[in-house]
């Protein structure tokens, strides 16, 4: 059974730090890309990363790109989002996706329907 669980989340200050994990069982992780999502209150669920399997190819949305970097652990089955100088226009839930189609991130990386399985998300909060 495929599984993807998110871990990490909370409450922090703006400015201040957080490391999501991206914990996953039931497939061979060290094939397949990793994305990581967000979903901010009332909007649309939006691409934020993307890691290759290897890990030698990385994406991030222009939102974030500076402050927040992707990495995986593939002996650990696990990737992980380092976030950094947080925004209150951070706070969302985050979620980790996985595709088995295909070993490195696509052009179209940051498109919801290029992953098909998920996981269901923690949530990140900074006061506004």
């Known amino acids: 059974q495929v599984q993807l669980v998110e871990s990490g989340g909370g409450l922090v200050q703006p400015g201040g730090s957080l490391r999501l994990s991206c914990t996953t069982s039931?497939?061979?992780?060290?094939?397949?890309?990793i994305g990581w999502f967000r979903q901010a209150p009332g909007k649309e669920r939006e691409g934020v990363s993307c890691?290759?399997?290897?890990?030698?190819?990385?994406y991030y949305a222009d939102s974030v790109k500076g402050r927040f970097t992707i990495s995986r652990d593939n002996a650990k089955n696990t990737a992980y989002l380092q976030m950094n100088s947080l925004k209150p226009e951070d706070t969302a839930v985050y979620y980790c996706?996985?595709?088995?189609?295909?070993?490195?991130?696509?052009?179209?990386?940051?498109?919801?329907?290029?992953?098909?399985?998920w996981g269901q998300g923690t949530q990140v909060t900074l006061p506004s």
């Open positions: 039931g497939f061979g992780f060290k094939y397949y890309p």
């Open positions: 996706a996985t595709d088995f189609r295909r070993a490195r991130c696509r052009d179209i990386w940051y498109a919801e329907n290029d992953y098909t399985y």
């Open positions: 890691i290759s399997n290897s890990g030698d190819t990385t």
